[in-house]
């Protein structure tokens, strides 16, 4: 069965650094996205991207982040400067149009 | 403004019972309503959805029920097993926003003892 994957599956980083998380959408999928979730709170919607370009951001969505569809398989998003309160857990999720499949997720902690 | 209120923050049930986890929503347009389960340290598993132009929905031992006048719905897991126990979210989407966001309730932790 198809899957979203994610690299790394954690991340440390210094405060103010730059970091980059991987994706790998379900390969036949037209919409993606990412959400983070701050330990033992909600998940959070960040950002969609169809027909690469972004279709949609939250207001935690800001200039300090950025998403890219490099290739054709791979989905990234690149926080510039990592603030400790950027520390979460981050899923990427892909869906035909609805349907969402989330992946396992990068621990991004920020020291 | 939290957009889906989600209850119980968290639910006991014994195995064999009914586990009922209720979400409510305010935004009209939204027309899509999934139910999301999370294992710790693992990523949200789809587990069920509905649209509004039905009032339930079965898989397996899992139904929604929809009552879109109350902008209410809830998930029912008949025979709760332990190997339930998870967080659950109820989510709502609305094809309006050009992206599908999913706005996630606070989530539900479940407890299934045996």
């Known amino acids: 069965e198809p899957e979203v994957t994610q690299t790394p599956s954690h991340q440390v980083t210094q405060m103010g650094q730059e970091v980059i998380l991987r994706c790998v959408p379900i390969?036949?999928?037209?919409?993606f996205y990412w959400y983070r979730q701050i330990l033992g709170q909600k998940v959070e919607f960040l950002v969609s991207f169809y027909n690469n370009e972004i279709s949609e951001k939250s207001e935690i969505f800001d200039d300090q982040f950025s998403v890219e569809r490099p290739d054709g398989s791979n989905f990234t998003l690149k926080i510039r400067s990592t603030k400790l309160e950027d520390s979460a857990m981050y899923f990427c999720?892909?869906?035909?149009?609805?349907?969402?499949?989330f992946g396992p997720g990068t621990r991004l902690t920020v020291l | 403004q939290q957009q889906v209120k989600q209850s119980p923050q968290s639910l006991i049930v014994q195995k064999g019972g009914i586990s009922i986890i209720n979400c409510a929503y305010e935004n009209t347009a939204f027309d899509y309503f999934p139910w999301y389960q999370q294992f710790p340290g693992k990523g949200p598993a789809l587990l069920i959805a509905?649209?509004?132009?039905?009032s339930e929905k079965k898989e397996g031992r899992f139904t929604i029920s929809f009552n879109k006048s109350a902008k209410q719905f809830s998930l029912h897991i008949m025979d709760s097993q332990p190997g339930d126990s998870a967080t659950y979210f109820c989510?709502?989407?609305?094809?309006?926003?050009?992206?599908?966001?999913?706005?996630f309730g606070k989530g539900t932790s479940l407890l299934v003892t045996p």
């Open positions: 390969s036949n999928h037209l919409y």
């Open positions: 509905i649209r509004p132009d039905v």
């Open positions: 999720a892909s869906s035909v149009v609805n349907e969402q499949f």
């Open positions: 989510a709502a989407s609305s094809k309006a926003n050009s992206g599908y966001a999913l706005n």
